[in-house]
């Protein structure tokens, strides 16, 4: 079974702090991704990952960076939370199979709120 | 660009009835994938059922089926013999080879005992 983890179910922040979300998969996926999911708007990806210190933006990357140094674990930061960045957060991998098309699992993801 | 649309923002069904959730997608791409993912209220997201563009059958696992009509563009999922379980959010879901995958706003369905 293709296991996704996420460091914290909840996490409670201020502004202005620096925040680390860090994701973690067992399946030797070459590819990771993070969204975030908020009502009304669906989920949206932020950044993804093809490659051990690759990275691509996605659609909504503004404010967030994020880090691939070991293939099983990718993180996103948030350098200066902001409210507007309170959010549920959802990391997924995939097996570099179909050509892009692959099917992305997901990890239980990461209620964040920014007081 | 590729665009997912879900037109039904919630559904019910009497449990053990069969239950479909529509979804219709855009895309000028030939090679695309169409994914379907559950959603309960603890927030996991997980994978159902794949589609590919050149699949000549439709999908099917266990409980699940995608009805695929790709003139029609459309890739409804059917669930039969519904369970108290599947009370939860449905998400239809397209990549076109890009490892981008794009999400309808999803179909709330609650199964009634």
């Known amino acids: 079974d293709v296991k996704v983890t996420q460091s914290s179910r909840y996490l409670v922040k201020r502004t202005g702090e620096k925040v680390f979300l860090e994701c973690v998969q067992d399946m030797d996926h070459e590819n990771m991704f993070w969204y975030r999911q908020d009502p009304g708007l669906g989920l949206r990806l932020i950044y993804f990952s093809y490659d051990v210190k690759m990275k691509e933006k996605g659609d909504i990357p503004e404010g967030y960076s994020v880090s691939r140094e070991k293939k099983e674990r990718f993180s996103l930061i948030l350098e200066s939370a902001s409210t507007n960045q309170t959010s549920m957060y959802l990391c997924?991998?995939?097996?570099?199979?179909?050509?892009?098309?692959?099917?992305?699992?997901f990890g239980p993801g990461t209620r964040l709120l920014v007081l | 660009a590729q665009k997912i649309t879900q037109t039904q923002p919630g559904m019910f069904v009497q449990e053990k009835e069969a239950v479909t959730l529509d979804c219709t997608y855009d895309?000028?791409?030939?090679?695309?994938?169409l994914f379907w993912y559950k959603q309960p209220s603890s927030g996991e997201m997980i994978f159902l059922i794949y589609?590919?563009?050149?699949?000549?059958q439709n999908a099917t696992e266990g409980r699940y089926s995608l009805n695929f009509q790709k003139a029609r563009k459309s890739a409804n999922l059917v669930i039969s013999a519904s369970q108290l379980g599947d009370s939860a959010m449905y998400f239809c879901a397209m990549t076109i080879s890009n490892y981008k995958l794009t999400f309808g706003k999803g179909t709330l369905l609650t199964v009634n005992p």
């Open positions: 589609q590919g563009s050149y699949d000549q």
């Open positions: 895309t000028s791409d030939p090679s695309y994938g």
């Open positions: 997924a991998s995939s097996l570099s199979t179909r050509g892009g098309k692959e099917t992305q699992y």
